[in-house]
């Protein structure tokens, strides 16, 4: 079992920065990769950035160049800068145990925090 926590969520002006944490704690040896989404209101829950245990990054073309996601072996950061309104949501740390875990599929992640909210004011 691995237990994710996040943190560092808030209310930002658009064009502002914010950095969320993930702590992880548990059985971390049996996963592969640590991810963010996000989920608006009224929206599906979509895939942020991932990075694997080699530390190879992955970001979804709506974030790529604006947010940055590293790792150390218990826990993961994604700094987002030039926040947009639209980047509005509650943000979920999760982790894999599967091989096969993709950014676009979020049920090859098995392991889930609970969300911290971020909000983006124009």
């Known amino acids: 079992q691995v237990r994710m926590m996040e943190s560092g969520g808030g209310s930002v002006q658009a064009g502002g920065s914010l950095t969320l944490t993930c702590a992880a704690s548990g059985s971390i040896e049996s996963t592969y990769a640590m991810a963010w989404f996000r989920q608006a209101p009224g929206k599906e829950r979509e895939g942020v950035a991932t990075i694997d245990n080699g530390g190879n990054t992955k970001y979804a073309v709506s974030v790529k160049g604006r947010f940055t996601i590293s790792r150390g072996s218990v826990k993961n950061t994604l700094r987002m800068d030039n926040l947009k309104p639209e980047d509005t949501a509650m943000y979920y740390c999760?982790?894999?145990?599967?091989?096969?875990?993709?950014?676009?599929?979020?049920?090859?992640?098995?392991?889930w925090g609970q969300g911290t909210q971020v909000t983006v004011s124009s």
């Open positions: 999760a982790s894999s145990s599967y091989m096969g875990w993709s950014l676009t599929h979020d049920a090859t992640w098995n392991y």
